[in-house]
């Protein structure tokens, strides 16, 4: 049981370049996340999404774009990185059912776009 | 976006000390998490509590759940080095409510 697990770990990114960022959980949970986490700023959500096909956009969505085709996969999109996406990115889910709100994380993503 | 009120920011400790810090909101929630985020990781999820009141352990940490509904407590008790870390809470507000407060973190630094 490997909990959350995100792809890459590291990446390095020039402005105007895309990536995609890999979102895995094996609890079968409902509910998945993506947040960016800035020093001085918190967590904060960028999108999230409630079951399989489902998105929704959180509070900072511009620049970022996702899909959850399959339930256990929750992708991040960046069209055209800007050095204002320079950040850590987390991915986290939580079960939803039966009033079980615990938020599981991943261990991040650092992003530098040049 | 909205934050919780966590205090102290930070704290220095001696190794063997007991450590209280707290959470704090302006509205109610029915759940509070609280969480360990060490440099360059994820945040690594404590304990979790669901009713006003509720005190829960994990080993030495100890979470309580407010009767207001509007806080929520954690100690460390005797503190050792591999406790340093960030601590941070986080409220759920309730049943079909997708989204989470976080709170704005106590930096511990434990001195051997």
């Known amino acids: 049981n490997a909990g959350v697990t995100q792809t890459p770990k590291f990446r390095v990114l020039k402005t105007g370049q895309s990536m995609t960022l890999l979102c895995a959980q094996d609890?079968?949970?409902?509910?998945m996340y993506w947040y960016r986490q800035d020093p001085g700023m918190g967590l904060r959500l960028i999108h999230y999404?409630?079951?399989?096909?489902?998105?929704a956009k959180g509070e900072v969505p511009d620049g970022y774009n996702v899909s959850r085709l399959k339930k256990q996969n929750f992708l991040l999109g960046l069209e055209s990185a800007a050095p204002s996406q320079t950040s850590v990115y987390f991915c986290?889910?939580?079960?939803?059912?039966?009033?079980?709100?615990?938020?599981?994380f991943g261990p991040g993503t650092r992003l530098t776009v040049t | 976006g909205q934050q919780l009120n966590q205090s102290p920011q930070s704290m220095f400790i001696q190794e063997g000390e007991d450590v209280s810090m707290n959470c704090t909101s302006s509205?109610?929630?029915?759940?509070w998490l609280w969480y360990k985020q060490d440099p360059g990781e994820g945040p690594v999820l404590l304990i979790a509590l669901y009713k006003a009141g509720e005190l829960t352990s994990n080993g030495r940490l100890t979470a309580q759940f407010g009767i207001t509904r509007k806080d929520s407590f954690l100690n460390i008790s005797a503190s050792i080095p591999s406790d340093v870390g960030i601590y941070f809470c986080a409220g759920h507000k309730a049943s079909g409510t997708y989204k989470y407060i976080f709170g704005t973190g106590t930096r511990l630094k434990v001195l051997a």
């Open positions: 986290a889910s939580t079960d939803g059912l039966a009033a079980r709100y615990e938020q599981y």
């Open positions: 509205s109610i929630f029915n759940t």
């Open positions: 999404s409630v079951g399989e096909g489902t998105t």
């Open positions: 609890m079968n949970h409902e509910y």
